[in-house]
């Protein structure tokens, strides 16, 4: 099996435990994992998470999910056929928090150039 595949079947099941498994109450917030990166030895796999909630509980979320990284190993032991279950560390991703404020970016640029386009279109058909 190569490592993309690896990749990909982890994120699968990891994001299958996320929704169904984990009932941590420090757990806040919607949780999506975004990408799996696992060590060319299998050893370790480095987890991306994106978080979408109350801000003031994303730290406390993100610290619990790394106290359940043993539980979700575990977890997977059962689900992958694979000699070796990575050791899992979570890493919060923030290409969620980027995309919406690039895309918050670009609706503002878009109603400043409206609004532009509205005041010299007024001014050349003669609305003062």
């Known amino acids: 099996m190569n490592i ?15 929704r ?4 941590d109450p420090r757990i806040h917030g919607m949780l999506t994992v975004m990408e799996v990166k696992t060590s060319d030895d299998l050893s370790h796999a480095r987890v991306y998470v994106s978080y979408y909630g109350d801000k003031t509980l994303e730290q406390e979320t993100f610290e619990a999910l790394q106290n359940c990284t043993g539980h979700m190993r575990n977890l997977l032991k059962k689900r992958v056929k694979m000699r070796i279950v990575p050791y899992l560390r979570i890493i919060p991703d923030g290409s969620l928090d980027n995309a919406m404020q690039l895309t918050e970016l670009i609706e503002n640029a878009m109603d400043k150039t409206h609004a532009t386009e509205k005041n010299y279109m007024g001014e050349e058909n003669g609305d003062n």
């Open 4 to 18: 993309e595949r690896i990749n990909s079947e982890l994120l699968k099941q990891l994001s299958m435990i996320f």
């Open 20 to 23: 169904y498994e984990l009932n």
